[in-house]
């Protein structure tokens, strides 16, 4: 017989693609806390091309990323651990923080993309993957 996909597994055990998406968040915030430091330390690092970056003080907009990618780190590690309202924190966070990578397409288009990109993929396991596949009884 086989069980409905519907249904979490009879022992509640969380999907791996939500240990995936705890790793991905810790990469992810450690990534926007090396970006935060880079423009606190050097507002001169952003190089800028086109008609320039959309912020005025690069220096203050360091402080939200570092603070952004703490609480980002913080929050995948509550997802490896099953923290159950790490989820929808994390699903909030990372929405924030693919927004925020709008700032940044000015400056470096790519990098945004690819943030982004990472962003929707944590969103989508988040939100699908909580249970893992039904076992067969």
Known sequence: M??????PPAGGERSTWIAFAGVMMFI??????IWGIAAIANSEI?????????????????????ILGAVIILT??????????????GVG????NAIMQVVWFSAAPLWALLIIALDV?????????WYG????S
């Open 76 to 89: 995948g590690v509550g997802l490896m651990t099953g923290n159950t309202a790490a989820r929808w924190v």
């Open 2 to 7: 086989e069980a409905h996909r519907d249904r």
């Open 46 to 66: 952003v190089v800028v091309g086109g008609r320039g970056v959309m912020v005025l003080d690069i220096t203050a907009w360091g402080w939200v990323q570092l």
């Open 133 to 136: 596949e039904d076992s067969r």
């Open 121 to 129: 993929v944590i969103i989508y396991q988040l939100c699908v993957n």
């Open 28 to 33: 992810l915030g450690c990534l926007d806390v």
């Open 93 to 96: 966070l990372v929405s924030l």
